[in-house]
């Protein structure tokens, strides 16, 4: 719960102290710098965390853009001079986690900062920068994951469920990312749904993620087809305390969804993948995130130029075509839609061949224009496409 605080120090100043003091006395923890106001129209926002350099304190300052994030190391007071020079300049949003509290800063339209207070973060970073990755998610997460049976009851990952383990951490590694460039809501609880959850490792993670670590109330719903998993699912939520969490029954086809934040569908099969994409736009979701799978309905129609004939007579590259070609025109039509999409490796293929993931963030600008429509035609002429499920639901003409 954020508390709003009125002090003699205006509070962009009063921000500047405790940031400084922060780095100094060893308690920060990260800072997030959101609502880009400068030139670079592709910055999305400037994350900072501690690390440590050849045995000394630093900074790391990753800048998100677009299509690329770059990482800049400094000192710790040329940090603190660069980052005030940042913050209500450049950024007109600023959360300060330490292990005290988290503070945050907002400037409104008018340029008006705003002061507010929150709980502690959950964890401290420990700074090393080539240790062993930190984990996201805290020992809070245990409980479920030993019921789950992804870990014993003291803590340590089954030797099975390795894999598994990885994949869930790196989910919510990745999901962070996403969730900081996305316009998500700060004054309400968000509404998270992930489709086709099965037995709900990542819709447990995310509840996590947003409820315990991040400190922002998220209800999170995961659906699924197969009532003894839903049973499984509500019973363990129930059992660990995860009221903000909670299972129905259904298929992401019939699903009835009320306005959404996040949607979420991760491996569900063919065009099921589809419907949770347009499920997520009808909903109005700022973030969509999808792992596809199985993309079998394009590879019938697949009537590729001339030159590639040779080629794909052979069935690996026709399936492997049909994928690109699937996974491809989703993320046009998203685009058309109006959605920025990042398309990259969700994990390595060493732990899952159902790799590939395409997440969507809602953007503000003009949306369904006719130059992104031109780009989903052009691409589907080329490969002799003239049906797809998302166009289907879109009601978008491929043949137009």
């Known amino acids: 719960m954020l508390v709003a605080v009125t002090t003699i ?10 940031l400084g003091a922060s780095i100094r006395d060893g308690s920060f923890v990260k800072l997030t710098l959101g609502k880009p106001r400068g030139a670079d129209a592709t910055l999305r926002n400037l994350l900072v965390r501690p690390v440590t350099l050849r045995a000394a304190p630093h900074l790391c300052f990753v800048w998100r853009h677009e299509r690329q994030d770059i990482t800049k190391n400094h000192a710790p007071e040329d940090a603190i001079t660069a980052l005030a020079a940042l913050i209500g300049a450049d950024f007109h949003s600023a959360h300060l986690f330490t292990t005290a509290r988290m503070t945050q800063l907002e400037f409104n339209k008018k340029g008006e900062p705003r002061l507010t207070y929150g709980p502690a973060a959950v964890e401290k970073a420990d700074g090393e920068h080539d240790r062993t990755k930190q984990r996201l998610l805290t020992d809070q997460s245990h409980p479920w994951l030993e019921k789950l049976g992804v870990t014993t009851p003291t803590g340590a990952v089954r030797e099975a469920q390795a894999d598994k383990h990885r994949q869930i951490h790196k989910f919510v590694e990745i999901l962070s990312h996403l969730a900081a460039d996305a316009a998500l809501p700060t004054h309400r609880p968000l509404e998270i749904a992930d489709m086709g959850c099965g037995k709900g490792y990542l819709t447990f993670a995310t509840h996590d993620y947003f409820n315990l670590v991040e400190q922002r109330a998220a209800h999170v719903r995961g659906i699924e087809a197969r009532e003894e998993l839903v049973t499984l699912c509500n019973r363990i939520a129930r059992d660990t ?34 419907d949770a994409l347009a499920k997520g736009v009808q909903a109005g979701a700022a973030l969509i995130v999808v792992a596809p799978c199985c993309q079998k309905e394009l590879r019938p129609q697949l009537t590729a130029a001339p030159v590639l004939a ?25 685009e058309w839609a109006g959605y920025e999409t990042k398309v990259f490796e969700f994990i390595s293929t060493e732990h899952t061949a159902k790799n590939l993931m395409i997440a969507a963030t809602k953007r503000n600008g003009p949306a369904r224009t006719e130059a992104a429509a031109l780009k989903v035609r052009e691409l589907a002429a080329f490969y002799g496409i003239k049906s797809q499920a998302l166009a289907r639901q879109f009601y978008f003409d491929l043949g137009a």
């Open 241 to 274: 305390a995860r009221e903000n969490l909670n299972f129905v029954q259904g298929t992401i086809e019939s699903a009835k969804l009320p306005a959404l934040d996040v949607l979420i569908a991760l491996h569900a099969c063919d065009t099921a993948t589809d």
């Open 9 to 18: 120090v205006p509070p962009r100043e009063d921000f500047l102290i405790q």
């Open 310 to 334: 040779p080629a794909l007579r052979h069935g690996i590259f026709q399936e492997r075509h049909a994928e690109f070609v699937t996974d491809a025109l989703r993320a046009l039509l998203l």
